[in-house]
């Protein structure tokens, strides 16, 4: 039991010091075209739609927003990510537009 506990704090340690240490970025890249994430994006803000991630009232805060925003925006058009594409998706997000740490 206080192995397991350890173990949990760990974890979420871990997470934090680098957030989607799992994802695989350069794949992320290519999930978001291949789900054209910035469809919706650029209906609303016009351009290419990347302006969203970098708008001055932007809506994520934290790296557990980031994942919570992808699953709302991801149900919307009836597409269901597996963990690892949430994962490879976030960490190509991060890595350009929130930079969390
Ligand atoms: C059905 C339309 C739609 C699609 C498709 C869509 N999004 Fe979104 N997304 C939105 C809307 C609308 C917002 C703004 C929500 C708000 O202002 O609170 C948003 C916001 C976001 C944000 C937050 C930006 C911020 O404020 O920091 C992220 C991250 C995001 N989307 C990621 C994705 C990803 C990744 C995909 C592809 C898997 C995707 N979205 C596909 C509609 C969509």
Redesign the pocket.
Known sequence: MKKTLFLLMFLSLNAHATPFADGDAKRGGE??EK???????RN?LGGDGSA??T?A????RSADD?IV??Q???G??G?Q?TAQEKQD?AAW?NQRY?HFK
Do not use: P
């Open positions: 999930l978001f789900y054209d994430c910035n469809s919706c994006h609303k969203i991630f708008r009232d932007r809506t994520v980031l925003q992808m709302r925006c991801s919307a058009i597409k990510l998706l997000l929130y």
